[in-house]
């Protein structure tokens, strides 16, 4: 039949992979930029703010116009950009410099998700999409293991300013072979007439939708139940994924004393562990319909075990033996990345191919949002308490409710005209 989305896929793995170093960097380089420019939790806070803030933006935006452009330069055209925005880091040296670069920084990076999850829409039929989905999502979390194994390594030995040159050339290779790679599946030459046919052996909502129904259009969306479904859930669970890629190098290091050179082992860890249910979330809701499943209850059933393994993450703090705390920690963000592969797939699941970018930047928005008020929240609690006990209270019991939310406002997952 043939496999050659499966090179998409890993081209896709490989983008948020990178895009997650570039991210993840500024949250192992804090001890040390707190050291060097005196840095409050606040001032710490106000710079991952304006990340989020851009993230909403950017993602908002990207969702639109890479539904017009298509995802293969749409995703060349937000790499770029994130590229030359994070490669700036290099030049600042302020507060009010970190906030700017990383302001364009997450404009940039909040087209990763719409683009890929559009190109999983292109190339990969229901069957096989929570498993696409949990495999591109996964490359967050070997993002996550790369930064603080290769940004202390360029740190010690050139300075923090090379790690932002250093990392950023990575997504200029990948610009390079993307735009040789990618095209749809119908225009694209390697492609054998065996997967062409699998690739569109079913249209998702789209088999659904009415005639004429083709034109997507703001209002229309965000009167769907399903559209605020989708955008709470993000809203809810997005946060806490940002917290701890930013905090959590933080936490280590306060709570356990671990410095920039010793803090690499447990967060490699912990995002294997988060790899594994990445990867396992989707290969579980996409074997549960093989069994015979509706999408609707293999989606929700797969998402309800991911909510119950971040619960204990509330103790967190508590733990006295650092790998306990990191066999803790690493459950709750594999049950995350779980509940976030498997809620990937919804905007897919419901809405038709053309609305697909729109939706997952809605809820992108929503997520990044949340994560806004995070940061905030986050700054508050660290230079007033002093204890992550509070934060990891919000973790431990936002999924649950978010899957009462989609519940509620999508009860059986059915296809959407939108």
């Known amino acids: 039949m043939g496999r050659y989305r499966w090179l998409i896929c890993a081209m896709l ?3 948020t992979s990178i895009n997650y170093v570039d991210r993840q960097i500024i949250g192992v380089l804090k001890p040390t930029l707190q050291l060097e420019f005196g840095w ?18 950017g993602y908002l935006g990207f969702g639109r116009v890479i539904d017009k452009i298509g995802a293969r330069l749409g995703y060349a055209a937000v790499v770029a950009l994130w590229t030359a925005a994070h490669i700036a880091h290099a030049l600042v040296s302020s507060v009010g410099g970190f906030i700017a670069v990383r302001f364009a920084l997450g404009l940039g990076e909040s087209g990763n998700f719409p683009a890929g999850l559009k190109a999983i829409a292109e190339w990969f039929p229901k069957q096989e999409r929570a498993l696409a989905t949990g495999i591109f999502v996964a490359g967050s979390n070997v993002g996550a293991i790369m930064t603080p194994l290769i940004v202390p390594f360029i740190t010690y030995r050139w ?3 090379a790690a932002f040159i250093v990392t950023g050339s990575f997504s200029l290779i990948w610009l390079i072979l993307w735009l040789k790679v990618y095209r749809r599946p119908q225009e694209h030459s390697k492609v054998s007439v065996g997967e062409l046919a699998f690739v569109n052996s079913d249209s998702s909502a789209d088999a659904d939708a009415p005639r004429g129904a083709t034109k997507k259009t703001w209002r229309t969306l965000l009167l769907t139940p399903e559209t605020w479904g989708y955008a709470l859930a993000r ?3 997005d946060p806490i994924w940002w917290m701890f890629l930013f905090w959590l190098p933080d936490f280590f290091a306060k709570r356990y004393h671990l410095d920039l050179e010793h803090f690499g082992p447990p967060l490699v860890v912990v995002y294997l562990v988060s790899d594994v249910g990445s990867i396992s979330g989707g290969w579980l809701s996409s074997r549960l319909i093989r069994l015979g499943f509706t999408v609707n209850r293999a989606r929700k059933l797969t998402m309800l075990l991911a909510s119950v393994l971040v619960v204990p993450v509330m103790f967190a703090m508590h733990a006295d033996n650092l790998w306990l705390a990191v066999a803790i920690v690493g459950i709750a963000t594999a049950g995350h990345q779980a509940f976030s592969a498997t809620l990937y797939t919804f905007p897919s699941d419901v809405f038709p191919k053309q609305a697909v970018g729109t939706v997952v930047g809605i809820g992108g928005t929503a997520g990044a949002i949340g994560g806004m008020l995070m940061a905030k929240y986050a700054g508050w609690v660290l230079d007033g308490i002093g ?10 019991t936002v999924y649950i409710l978010a899957l009462i939310i989609l519940h509620v406002l999508s009860p059986r997952f059915k296809s959407v005209a939108a």
């Not at 409050?40 to 933006?57: K, M, N, P």
Request: hydrophobic fraction near 55%.
């Open 13 to 15: 793995f490989a983008a």
């Open 159 to 161: 300075g923090w300013r």
């Open 235 to 237: 809203f809810l669970i």
């Open 387 to 396: 204890s992550y006990t509070p934060i990891f209270i919000v973790a431990g």
């Open 40 to 57: 409050t939790e606040s001032s710490y806070g106000d710079v991952v703010f304006w990340f989020q803030a851009a993230y909403a933006l």
